[in-house]
């Protein structure tokens, strides 16, 4: 936990950090690494706010106690809480309703978004009620726990890749999840990378979740992860080159219809450059000056 915020404080804050109650707590010591994680999440060393922490899931005895140390510690400065393991949007809505609880006690004035882990039959199933639901920021996939929920009937091999990719199911899965989020206005967040060594396997998934299942972001389990996912997620340079040559011809023609070389681009496609331009610079790319300079850099008048 400890490298991964050094990271974030070397690179900025293109990546978020999310400190694990869950598969990080060893069996009987949950309220001390609770106490660790709000403890780090409040420290100084959390220097732009972006480290949230994932609870255990609503059927274990400590979710609860987890929401209230973590929070009694950290409520002003935690980005957000992910719910692991939901059997539906029941189980959202009841860590949603204690989560809101707690803020109002502790006088908190914002809402703390929560992350929605989708790993069972059931989730999946209402996972475009569970992205309807006020203060969801994302849904994130977990492959592991999906493929184990089918007791034996996906290989283990679609743990990992290719087959994570080419398995009907799991593919039907991850497409269902990305629909689901993106149609709500949410985050659709891939899985983890289980090769801690081959930085390439992990930028190639980054890349195939991106380009080709529409995830936005991605979980990393280590920190050597980091770079190469936000490298899989970035936009090739040449995109970004001509995005911004499309975005900032369309503003000269007032977002009017305008021919860029042999293809016609209008509104439609505006949004989608625009899209791009931003993805670019929220992964740490540096746009061309132009649309830099245009659309990013504050007017001092």
């Known amino acids: 936990m ?8 070397q690179m900025g804050p293109v990546f978020d950090i999310t400190l694990d109650c869950e598969d990080g707590a060893p069996t009987g010591a949950e309220r001390a ?6 403890s780090l999440i409040a420290g100084a060393d959390n220097i732009f706010g972006r480290i949230g922490a994932r609870i255990h ?32 949007a029941a189980d959202i809505e009841t860590a949603l309703a204690a989560l809101r ?4 006690r502790l006088g908190l004035k ?3 978004p929560l992350h929605a882990l989708m790993e069972t039959h059931g989730a999946l199933h209402q996972a475009w009620q569970i992205a309807a639901l006020p203060g969801i920021e994302t849904l994130d996939f977990g492959l592991m726990d999906f493929v184990s929920e089918h007791h034996g009937a996906i290989p283990g091999t679609a743990m990992r890749s290719p087959s994570q990719f080419t398995h009907p199911i799991v593919a039907r899965a991850k497409c269902e999840v990305v629909a689901a989020a993106i149609a709500h206005g949410v985050i659709p967040t891939h899985n983890v990378t289980t090769v801690l060594d081959d930085a390439q396997v992990a930028f190639d ?13 991605m979980w990393s389990i280590h920190p050597a992860q980091i770079e190469p996912i936000l490298q899989g997620m970035r936009p090739a340079a040449d995109e970004v080159t001509e995005a911004a040559g499309i975005v900032c011809a369309a503003q000269d023609a007032n977002w009017g219809p305008i021919r860029v070389g042999t ?7 505006f949004r989608h450059y625009w899209n791009l331009l931003v993805r670019a610079r929220s992964t740490g790319m540096t746009l061309p000056s132009e649309a830099e300079q245009r659309f990013f850099t504050p007017n001092p008048n």
């Not at 400890?2 to 404080?9: G, H, W």
């Not at 690494?33 to 709000?38: D, K, P, Q, V």
């Not at 293809?263 to 496609?269: T, Y």
């Open 263 to 269: 293809r016609l681009h209008d509104r439609g496609s």
């Open 57 to 88: 899931d609503v059927t274990h005895p400590s979710w609860h106690d987890d929401l209230e140390i973590i929070l009694g510690r950290a409520a002003d400065r935690i980005a957000f809480l992910t719910v692991p393991k939901a059997r539906g």
């Open 110 to 112: 914002r809402e703390i």
């Open 101 to 104: 609880n707690i803020e109002s």
């Open 205 to 217: 998934d980054a890349r195939r979740a991106r380009n080709d299942f529409g995830y936005l972001r």
């Open 2 to 9: 400890r490298k991964a915020i050094a990271l974030q404080q």
């Open 33 to 38: 690494h609770a106490e660790l994680c709000g």
